[in-house]
């Protein structure tokens, strides 16, 4: 751009934006490679002058100035264009010549997000790498007293329940009397959240689902796995591999037609039904996949025409009071698997959330509840849903815990935790430690991404293009160009993996406070940390 | 870790031979308490089966207290047994007031309760007790209950013994249960000292309780005034026996399973295993984790022994028909029977209960993975 150009309001500088590509020229090959990957085109070709000037130190007319032109990378500096910072550049460069470098300083580029009054939608994460989560440690360590477990060789039984658990003396009586008893399942106590078939491109769904079948099949983890909402693939519905699954339905009823034909035809009942209310990533709101992911195939999975997006109301919009949204649902999902089938909610996290706990407490037939915290994830949302709405997860799983302590039903209707689970990659000390404070288990999204295919997405606003449909690993997308970067097998290694790690480390963290025979829910003695006010507030130790 | 010793025994005997085995298995305890149940008396109390037994510690204000709310009660004194302490300190055990062991007649209007009300009512009566002495930190009751005794107190026990003067004549019984302490997490209070009692159930442990808060959680959201306390993490494992036995109305075969329930693949081949799943997951939150060796004995005097899942903590059964005792160690049943045959002794392992019912004539092990006798 010339000095003397009129610029706009918009117009940005490369200091403006959040990445900055750092190229090398002297060991560009210009293969081309890295803006071809470039899932934005945030750089191309460009073409660069040169003045050279040879001064003599004779006389001044032997000066001489020349001119050259060279071949390099340009970053581009428009809105729509700008780099993300996924390095996938980085990744295909042969010769290590280029990289995205985040800007230390403010991004001017934030400001400018809202072109035609539309704000900045993304997918991804809250961006925010704090953690309470992070911050509690496992203080009650069996020293001499009492021995500390043998992780590596003691017996173990990490398993939740997933279900409405009568109190002891209903389960006798109804035992004696053959009254009905809700279903439970025994479960692992980490399970794969609601990522839709849709949200996430076909190879991840099949490598996810492949991975979970393995892990109970041969490894014999009952881990499960959620939907999401966007159906189920017809075959899936089934098959044998439908027990593994928990059957998500929310204000979108996408794919329900489908699941709903093919009840009669189930050979297994589905693990649970989950009715979404609420996601931590953007509570309030309903969920949304963006036109340039709705292709063929999920636009029929979801029984919907091609290529327009699809919000899903934020709340079921037929039912207007928590007695139709929450007792009549599940009542009416029970009833159409025979009441064989437990049916909970999920919520997002919220100060509310103690009045839904409350009203289902009072539910026969509500089996869970999920909440969501604030650190959950998405494939699409408005940014500001997900950098300023929400709750922690860690002080709304422990009220709603100590309430129903309270009123003695802590073993009746197990509470799962999910959002920011690992966002930092201390996956099974969060796990642990929100079992402690309560939780029957938890629920992972990101995680799974990041460690079963390598999705680059971090807290610091890298990447987040899921809604785009452009991820560049191709977890998120629905273009068999890019999916088919993601070998289902791998992906489904990656799931096996992440488990059994999982499960060796929880044994670490549990072994030494002394506990193998059950999952030490609600054992908040063993939690510490080192912030007065999070320990008050969480009813836990305060250690320094 | 503690050290326990119980005896079952068909003529009665005085609690010093229960010391005695405490005193051999020295090693494990360190005079921070001792805890003594005697139960099925012999002496003066085995004219008074059914009288109901107050024991406890009180100051002379504390006595003073008592007297009057007992009588506002309808509670008559029919019988007492006075422990005069020496007057010369003896080293780690302080002085108190009055050790009360005190046999009382029913109130009149309870006259044609039935048992399960009186029962109650005498549990709230101690309850009661408690919490005025707990005010004004000049009572202490350990039990109050027909055929019971219980004294503790801190110190060696073979000081505490003959500090109390338990070699009495008057002093005998057909069960008794000890247990010489081991200070560890909790500060040193008397309500921490093993045996615990509930209404007729008595446990001793030793070995900490890991799984401790989410047990006691549940017990106290119960809503079941008896299930208070928790002065030591040992206190649930009576509350326990007393939820399984009288709560649920299971029999003591299933307390293991209540405790420390058979792990899916073989709870699968259990001839139970429907029944026992549904007790699983529903006692979830009563799931213990060890280490501890659990002895008990019921409101019939039946005595029994049971081990964590993991069995990491000693425990052995041996005797002859018409004595048999349990202990921490070997040397303590030495001490007590040993003209027994040594290789009848027994040493419970983690899927067992080894029982003595009041009988006295065998040990029986019940096993986890044998089929339960079932009130259904």
């Known amino acids: 751009m010339s000095a003397n150009r009129t610029i706009s309001p918009s117009s940005l500088s490369l200091k403006d934006l959040p990445w900055q590509i750092d190229w090398k020229k002297d060991r560009c090959t210009l293969c081309g490679q890295c803006t071809a990957v470039c899932p934005v085109h945030a750089i191309e070709l460009g073409v660069f002058r040169k003045r050279n000037l040879v001064t003599s130190i004779h006389r001044v007319e032997d000066n001489q100035t020349s001119f050259e032109t060279f071949y390099g990378i340009r970053q581009k500096t428009t809105l729509p264009e700008a780099c993300i910072g996924c390095a996938m550049c ?124 393995y892990l109970n099949e041969e490894l014999g983890m ?189 073993n009746e209707i197990p509470i799962f935790a999910g959002g920011g689970i690992g966002k930092n990659g201390n996956i099974a000390a969060n796990a642990a430690a929100l079992i402690m404070l309560g939780a029957s288990g938890v629920q992972i999204g990101k995680y799974v991404m990041q460690a079963a295919a390598g999705c680059i997405g971090t807290e610091k606003d890298r990447c987040n293009v899921c809604n ?77 | 870790m503690c050290r326990l010793f119980a005896l079952t025994s068909k003529e009665p005997v005085s609690p010093m031979e229960a010391i005695k085995a405490l005193d051999v298995m020295k090693e494990g305890h360190d005079g921070s308490g001792v805890g003594i149940m005697l139960r099925d008396l012999g002496g003066p109390f085995e004219e008074m089966k059914d009288a109901p037994i107050l024991s406890g510690i009180f100051t002379e204000e504390g006595i003073r207290r008592l007297d009057l709310f007992m009588m506002d009660q309808g509670f008559m004194t029919k019988y007492k047994v006075s422990i005069k302490v020496p007057k010369t300190n003896t080293s780690g055990i302080p002085r108190r007031g009055l050790y009360l062991i005190r046999a009382y007649e029913y109130p009149e209007h309870w006259d044609g309760l039935d048992k399960g009300e009186v029962e109650r009512r005498l549990m709230m ?73 509930i209404k007729g159930f008595t446990t001793m442990t030793n070995g900490e309780n890991t799984a401790f808060i989410p047990i006691k959680d549940f017990l106290s959201s119960r809503d079941y005034p008896g299930y208070t306390g928790y002065q030591s993490d040992s206190e649930v494992f009576a509350h326990i026996l007393h939820y399984a036995m009288e709560g649920l109305g299971l029999g003591l075969d299933a307390y293991k399973h209540v405790m420390t329930p058979l792990q899916d693949k073989h709870l699968e081949k259990h001839p139970d ?62 001490a007590v029977i040993p003209d027994r045959d040594k290789s009848r002794d027994i040493q419970p392992m983690h899927l067992d209960t080894a029982i003595v019912s009041p009988d006295r004539q065998e040990v029986k092990i019940c096993r986890q993975t044998e089929p339960l006798a079932l009130p259904l």
């Open chain 1, 90 to 213: 980085a990744m295909a460069c042969p010769n290590d010549a280029i990289e995205p470098k985040p800007n230390p300083g403010t991004p001017r580029f934030k400001f400018h997000l809202n072109q035609d009054g539309e704000p900045r939608k993304r997918g991804g994460r809250r961006n925010s790498t704090e953690s309470l989560l992070d911050q509690i440690k496992f203080i009650r360590i069996s020293m001499l007293t009492d021995p500390a477990l043998d992780a590596g060789r003691h017996e173990f039984e990490m398993r939740s329940l997933l279900g409405r658990v009568l109190p002891p003396e209903e389960n006798m009586r109804r035992l004696r009397t053959n009254g009905w008893i809700p279903p439970v399942r025994e479960i692992y106590p980490l399970i794969i959240g609601g990522m839709s078939f849709g949200a996430l491109s076909p190879t991840m769904w099949e490598g996810l689902q492949m991975g979970v079948a």
């Open chain 1, 222 to 410: 009952p881990v499960r796995i959620s939907t999401g909402e966007g159906g189920c693939p017809p075959r899936l519905l089934r098959s044998r591999f439908l027990k593994y699954v928990i059957l998500q339905i929310a204000s979108g009823y996408f794919g329900w037609d489908e699941i709903i034909h093919a009840i009669p035809h189930m050979k297994e009942d589905p693990c649970a039904i989950e009715i979404k209310y609420g996601q931590g990533a953007k509570p309030g709101d309903g969920g949304l996949l963006m036109w340039h992911k709705v292709n063929k195939l999920i636009a029929a999975i979801r029984g919907v025409p091609q290529g327009i997006s699809l919000p899903s109301p934020p709340t079921h919009q037929t039912q207007y009071s928590i007695e139709e949204s929450v007792a009549k649902m599940i009542q009416s999902m029970s009833m159409a698997w025979g009441f064989r089938v437990p049916v909970y909610p999920k919520i997002s996290a919220s100060s509310t959330s103690l009045a839904v706990l409350n009203n289902l407490t009072r539910n026969d037939f509500a089996s869970a509840l999920a909440i969501d915290g604030e650190d959950g994830g998405t494939g699409a949302a408005y940014s500001v849903s997900m950098d300023h709405m929400g709750h922690p997860i860690a002080s709304c799983i422990r009220d709603n815990y100590l309430n129903l302590v309270k009123i003695g039903k802590q």
């Open chain 1, 468 to 544: 785009l449909g452009i991820c560049p690993k191709g977890i998120t997308s629905q273009d068999p160009r890019l999916y088919r970067r993601l070998d289902p097998e791998t992906v489904a290694q990656r799931v096996v993996d992440l488990f059994v790690s999982f499960d060796t480390e929880l044994k670490k963290i549990v072994a030494p406070l002394g506990r193998s025979t059950s999952l030490p829910i609600g054992m908040s003695d063993a939690l510490g940390i080192n912030d007065y006010a999070a320990a008050e507030r969480l009813n836990i130790k305060y250690v320094v």
């Open chain 2, 125 to 197: 009566t101690r309850l009661k007790i408690r919490e005025m002495g707990e005010e004004k930190r000049d009572m202490i009751v350990f039990s109050f209950w027909p055929d019971t005794i219980m004294l503790k107190e801190l110190g060696d026990p073979m000081d505490v013994g003959h500090y109390l003067g338990l070699d009495r004549k008057d002093l005998k019984a057909r069960v008794i249960m000890a247990q010489g302490r081991q200070n560890t997490n909790y500060a040193i209070d008397l309500y921490a000292c093993h045996p615990f009692f």
């Open chain 2, 273 to 334: 295993a429907s029944f026992l799943k549904h007790l699983k997951q529903s006692c979830r939150q009563l799931i213990i984790d060890g280490p501890n060796c659990v002895i008990g004995t019921l409101p019939d005097n039946t005595l029994f022994m049971a081990q964590d899942r993991k069995k990491l903590r000693p425990g052995v059964v041996g005797g002859r028909p018409g004595m048999f005792a349990f202990s921490s160690e070997i040397c303590g049943l030495d």
